[in-house]
Structure formats: structure tokens, C-alpha cells
């Protein structure tokens, strides 16, 4: 069973900073688009930022310059270093793995994270 575990939400004050970290465990082969979406509350959940594992690398333009996101592929991880924070920042974060070719073959189009909480206030 492939599993995506996220780690290191938090409180931050407004310039602060945080890291996440997004282990995917389980038999996986490969994994070949990590990326961090949000859901700010009463809003729709977004794309933040993904990372192939070629090393294309994406954000969106509100992130762009704050965050940072890198992957270990030898681990299945992916992180997302979080400058500069602001207000607008405070929503739940989750990691995505689109698809994951597992070690048998067999391809999962896409596995979520349980979620991580980042809220940003002073």
C-alpha cells in the first residue's frame, strides 16, 4: 500500500518561515510528479507547486519567489520550504504524487496526503 505522510505544519508569524516534508512509502518504482496544493478555508483547494522528476519545477504566481520546493527522489520525498510567509499562506497543505508506478508494474494515477495545517498570524 502507497502511502503519502506529511510533516512540519505549524504556526508562523507573517515574514516567518516553515517546511514541509512529504514522505511516499510503500513498493514504489517511481514517482513521477510530486506537488503541494491548499484549501484555505471556505476556499477551493489549489495547486501551489510540483516538482517532476526530471527537475521541472512549477508555483503559482502568488508563491513564486517565497517558496521553494525540491524533491529527493531516492527517498520518495518531496519538501516545500516556505518564506516570507503571509496571512493569506494559512491553509491546510497537502501533497499530491501523480502518477506512482509501483514496483510491480502497476500504475496509481494519484495519491494524496492526509494533510498539513499552516496558519500565519501575528
Known amino acids: 500500500q502507497v502511502q503519502l505522510v506529511e510533516s512540519g505544519g505549524g504556526l508562523a508569524q507573517p515574514g516567518g518561515s516553515l517546511r514541509l516534508s512529504c514522505a511516499a512509502s510503500?513498493?514504489?518504482?517511481?514517482?513521477?510528479?510530486l506537488g503541494w496544493y491548499r484549501q484555505a478555508p471556505g476556499k477551493e483547494r489549489e495547486l501551489v507547486a510540483f516538482a517532476t522528476d526530471g527537475g521541472v519545477t512549477y508555483y503559482i504566481d502568488s508563491v513564486k519567489g517565497r517558496f521553494t520546493i525540491s524533491r529527493d527522489n531516492d527517498k520518495n520525498t518531496v519538501y516545500l520550504q516556505l518564506d516570507s510567509l503571509k496571512v493569506e499562506d494559512t491553509a491546510v497543505y497537502y501533497c499530491?504524487?501523480?502518477?506512482?508506478?509501483?514496483?510491480?508494474?502497476?500504475?496509481?494515477?494519484?495519491?494524496w496526503g492526509q494533510g498539513t495545517r499552516i496558519t500565519v498570524s501575528s
Open positions: 499530491k504524487a501523480a502518477p506512482i508506478i509501483t514496483k510491480d508494474g502497476h500504475e496509481l494515477r494519484e495519491v
Open positions: 510503500g513498493s514504489i518504482s517511481r514517482v513521477d510528479v
